[in-house]
């Protein structure tokens, strides 16, 4: 062997080192923008350039609409891609379980979906990361009037100055509201009765509840054994969950430990405890036909707003009434309220990621599922939900799905903005963890609260210590 | 002069076999390598994944784990509770389930797929059927309790009850074990049980003396295996249970992916991981280390 020809001979060593450089080389070619892409921090406006009419600029859309609800939003898409020949959107539903793994992912990756559903708290943690772009400029350039909107809808979705999403569906109407079984009633030939206070709903309740060895057979009503139903009862008690400058918890008030004490108290003495009521609701969802309030197991329901779809689709033929959800009557300065923007307030955001000529498609097709009527208007209109836009929710078609539509639109006006912070969501799992700990009889409620209030405030003021007031 | 054209054969070979290799050593190196190593960087970070700034916080990420975070010694005392149970009764029904599937009887072939079918259906649909399984009320397994006379059990809403069930499902999925086991034991020469036989040995004493330890590097495997998928147990409490009730099945790889995706405190998760990581490791070493003592290599 010569030496000119040993020199030239490759080693395992440096072959591996090759494969190293490939693969790494590859990494980053993967994680670059695309050509073409532009990656900038400004906002959401219409690109200086814009694209030759032949151009069709394809916009991903990711969102949880699925089931019937993908037909719904199919049919959004072809009036909107029949007015915008330029712009295609493509529909991608991702399964709900997987949301938010997804969801993280796409705006980490370089070529995130160019319009993402996605919750508040999300929204507003993604805005103070600087991930996804502020529509305010676009916004007064399509000339929009936000006054269409509820103020505590379209208030959800401000964070420092800018706006960063419109709503739809309500982020109202998740808490409020209280349903009434009219054909359990008059099977037990009673009259019809909605409670309006915690008394009244415990009387009615105790009448109404069956239980054997096994559990719960049918149930008057249920007040909830997790987080979401705390925070629900804590504000038609004069409660709050953070002080007004959001720097505090005051979730472990006196208002909030009789919150918890009631639903404590109620779930053991009426429902014969927390295992009862999970066996009694278990289920592969909460949405399904099977679950007892679509069965005349359950008398009284507190849902939210999406149950009148599903009404329609599992009982149309169910006699029901409603009213706001009952207040604590032992506190004087208490009145039903309902939250907004606490969980389930939905909007829709453009990351930054997304390039320069896709902006305007992208806020476009955000604009029709937000703020145009024959968009999202329309599509909560074929659910009989509610819209966050006013003018909607006045469409007399409402009444043809919905007899008690007035009293829906009642119940939306008791409720109340909640303003959250970016790590609301851990806040929420702490206090989780406190209501637990309460119904399973490991701590009073209000030694819960208070342990749980020290942990939430340790969160918050790790937030504040990194981020301006 | 003839040991020239041998090492060009050599390196030829060589070449071809790195050429043949090359495809998963690049995937390895881009989603597996480069991965864990920014994972072990990013455990002492402040890292968010869609923040912009990140810090380096030293060992805070560990030390909030090892003293500050309640869930995290609940979610590893979940964890191993469902290890120390999961894996051997796991490992026993599969090689009860094989013994009993390699005998020469009608039909073998048909109750091997039924066997194996459990593992290949989707976890999701699994979980579904499982929450039917295991109501309270009308429950498959409270009515096979119930015909027992004993009282039915509030399997996912008692605390107490909901890992035992949890362990119970994964026996849902030991087919594949299982057909590691069936591989094994068509390995073991015939001629040992035959001459066995010729030295009067039962039915039990042949199992404990050849099939036993003939089986025990297939066993070590899937200890090996079983061990570290049982570590990261996560989706049939992310979707029957979702952690509760009250933390009772909140497993580890669950707190990991709260952390994670749902507060977004990726370097934290990145710090559970690593810990995860060495955790997994040391018991592998350590199930390696004490095979040569109980591991039989014919």
Known sequence: MSPKRSDRRMTRRTFLRLMGVTATGMAIAACTPPAGQVSTTEGAAPAEASPAPAQVIEIRFWNVWGAAREELMNQIIARFEAENPDIKVKNLVQPFERRAENLFTALASADPPEVLMATRAEI??????????????????????????????????????????????????????????????????????????WRELEDVAREFTERDEKG???????????????????????????????????????????????????TNEINGGVENVTDFFAGPGEATEAQPWYNDRQLINFPNVSVFFHMQTYKPDMQWDMDVRPYNDANPQAKSQGLSGETFAWGYVIPQAVSAEKREAAFKWLKKITYDVDGGGWFMLQQGRPSPIREVNEDPSYYKVNPHWDKVLKALETDVSVQILPVHTRVRDIVDQGVQSAMFGAATPAEA???????????????WSTHQG | ????????????????????????????????????????????????????????????????????DPLFQKSVYNTIYYIGFSVPLGILTAFILALL???????????????????????????????????T???????????????PIRWLSDPTWAKPALIIMSLWGIGSTMVIY?????????????????????????????????????????????????????????????????????????HLYNNAFRYFRMGYASALAVLLFLVVFGLTLFVYRTSDRWVYYS
Not at chain 1, 126 to 136: E, H, R, V
Request: glycine residues 8%; neutral net charge.
């Open chain 1, 124 to 197: 507003l943690k993604f805005a103070d990361d600087g991930l996804i772009l502020p529509i305010t400029d676009s916004v007064k350039q399509h000339e929009l009037d936000l006054d269409r909107f509820y103020p505590s809808e379209i208030g959800n979705f401000w964070w420092k100055g800018e706006l960063y999403s419109m709503p739809m569906p309500t982020g109202g109407g998740i808490t409020c509201l209280e349903l009434v079984n009219l054909d359990m009633l008059a099977a037990a030939g009673k009259e019809p009765v909605i409670p309006k206070t």
């Open chain 1, 216 to 266: 719960i057979l049918k149930i008057g009503a249920n007040p909830g054994t997790g987080v979401s139903d705390f925070f629900a009862w804590l504000y038609c008690n004069n409660g709050q969950i953070y002080s007004d400058d959001l720097k505090t918890t005051a979730f472990a008030s006196p208002e909030g430990v009789a919150t918890l004490e009631w639903m404590v108290n109620f």
């Open chain 1, 449 to 463: 609260l208070a342990q749980a209030a020290q942990q939430a405030q340790a969160v918050i003021d790790e937030y």
């Open chain 2, 1 to 68: 002069m003839t040991a020239r054209p041998r090492s060009l054969r050599v390196r030829l070979r060589r070449w071809v076999g790195l050429v043949f290799i090359a495809p998963w050593i690049v995937a390895f190196v881009m989603f597996e390598a480069i991965p864990i190593l920014s994972g072990f960087y990013h455990s002492f970070t402040d890292w968010s994944a869609t923040g912009t700034a990140t810090r380096f916080v030293g060992w805070a990420n560990y030390r909030e784990a090892l003293t500050r």
């Open chain 2, 101 to 135: 599937l390699n005998r020469p009887i009608r039909g073998t072939t048909l109750y091997r797929t039924i066997y194996y079918l459990p593992s290949v259906v989707p976890t999701v649909a699994a979980s579904i059927v499982w929450i039917f399984i295991f109501e």
């Open chain 2, 137 to 151: 009320r009308r429950g498959i397994l409270n009515f096979a309790l119930e015909l027992l006379g004993f009282p």
């Open chain 2, 182 to 254: 069936l591989a094994g034991l068509q390995g073991i020469p015939q001629e040992l049980y035959e001459a066995a036989e010729v030295d009067g040995a039962t039915g039990w004493y042949k199992l404990i003396r050849i099939t036993v330890p003939l089986m025990t590097p297939t066993i070590f495997f899937n200890l090996v295996m079983n061990l570290v998928s049982a570590f990261q147990v996560f989706n049939s409490a992310f979707i029957i249970t979702g952690g509760g009730p009250f933390n009772s099945t909140l497993f580890y790889m669950l």
